[in-house]
């Protein structure tokens, strides 16, 4: 077990849930014959979801400052229609109607952040009235018909990356993002170490880091084989291309930036976030925002995908993005969680519709399942932060010698306080 923390590099918990997330892919592809882990579905899986995992980056920021967003879906589907319904009627190119629906985006986030930051009311009470409002105006302008989306769209909802060069039996393209980031994370394990030795003093053994390396390069390049090697025309996804972009760039915000400590600050404690200088008001103000941003893209890449907008577009959106949020270990009460560690829980839930769809599992039995999956997830995570719980072998082996020392209360005694 020693050696398996030092291969972790202490993110037991992290590396824990892309275990899982391995196991849950190999059980389906055992139970389905085989049908899971092949080039066609992860590709499917990835552009059928990255709309999702869009959402979760957003909802990420929004539940770790304590707060929660029920209109994004609806502000996906609006503004998803207002770009279909410009391109068709005003004749607009198509990346203007896209920057249209990218402003209305922000816009539905100001007004919604607005009334957070500047009166106080809750998140959850302000985007359930946002969610009414989007979800009404879509059926309003559309008329409860279907409008086709501009052809130059396609490529972002389900597009792949082209080949080039020579015949090298893969997408050269899928191939060269492999190949960087293979690259890209021994580059920052290696940084990482050289760090963490530079802030403590103490050098981490370079076995774990090399072992950590192979094993992850080993998963990315049999993830470029799969991806570079599907029937021809076909490749790495484009939308999957954009969600990786947003990952690097999300990552960037929330651990190396001012904004991103503000809001794990604010999450954390508002109070104390507040007499550190921290300006809450502008924090709530930003998230929301950004929060309803990512929804008009997301909302994009799925009309892309579909090829039109639709009434109904969005629809139940907010409950995947808010599962994979907490299933990726978010703290409902704010103040933690992480991008990798969302992109996971967001992962988890589409590794659940892939393989429960490839079973035969209806629609109606599929969101009991996700249902109990994420109820245990939020479960395990409360249960862990609980003060005072033993652990798993604590229970089965408890000592029997064990006494308390001098000055501590005796089990099943409150410790006495007079503060």
Not at 25 to 35: D, E, H, L
Not at 266 to 276: F, R
Not at 348 to 375: C, E, F, H, P, W
């Amino acid at each position: 077990m020693g050696y398996l923390k030092k291969v972790l590099g202490g993110g037991l918990r992290q590396y824990s849930m892309v275990i899982a997330l391995v196991a849950l892919t190999i059980i389906f592809n055992i139970a389905s014959g085989g049908r899971m882990i092949t080039s066609s579905n992860f590709q499917n899986l990835i552009s059928g979801n990255a709309y999702v995992l869009v959402l979760a980056l957003g909802m990420l920021m929004v539940i770790v400052i304590g707060q929660i967003d029920l209109s994004v879906g609806s502000v996906a589907g609006f503004s998803g229609m207002v770009m279909a319904l410009t391109a068709r009627d005003l004749g607009w190119p198509w990346w203007l109607a896209v920057l249209l629906a990218l402003a209305i985006g922000a816009a539905a986030g100001a007004w919604q952040g607005f009334w957070l930051a500047k009166f106080g009311i809750p998140g959850f009470i302000t985007t359930l009235g946002g969610m009414m409002i989007f979800r009404g105006g879509v059926i309003w302008i559309s008329r409860s018909i279907s409008v086709p989306a501009p052809p130059e769209l396609k490529v972002f909802g389900s597009g792949y990356l082209p080949d080039w060069g020579p015949d090298t039996g893969i997408n050269n393209s899928t191939l060269l993002l492999g190949i960087i980031a293979i690259a890209a994370f021994a580059f920052t394990q290696l940084r990482g170490r050289t760090r963490a030795a530079g802030l403590t003093g103490k050098t981490e053994e370079l076995w774990p880091v090399v072992v950590r390396i192979v094993l992850v390069g080993v998963i990315i390049g049999y993830l470029t084989w799969i991806f570079g090697t599907g029937r021809p025309g076909t490749s790495f996804p484009v939308p999957g291309l954009i969600l990786v972009i947003l990952i690097i760039l999300y990552q960037t915000i929330t651990q190396r930036t001012r904004f991103g400590r503000h809001i794990y600050a604010v999450g954390g404690n508002k109070t104390s976030a507040a007499l550190s200088g921290v300006n809450v008001q502008k924090t709530y103000f930003l998230t929301m925002l950004n929060m309803s941003l990512l929804s008009a893209l997301a909302g994009i890449m799925f009309v892309g995908r579909s090829t039109a907008a639709g009434p109904s577009d969005g629809t139940g959106w907010e409950m995947d993005a808010i599962a994979s949020v907490f299933i990726g270990g978010a703290a409902v009460s704010g103040g933690v969680g992480t991008v990798f560690a969302t992109m996971v829980g967001g992962l988890v839930m589409a590794v659940l519709n892939s393989g429960l769809m490839l079973m035969g599992v209806g629609a109606d039995r599929t969101q009991v399942i996700k249902g109990l999956v994420l109820l245990a997830a939020v479960a395990f995570d409360v249960f862990n932060k609980q003060q005072g719980r033993p652990s798993i072998t604590g229970r089965l082996f408890p000592s029997r010698d064990a006494k308390p020392r001098e000055g501590e209360p005796q089990k099943g005694t409150p410790a006495s306080s007079d503060s």
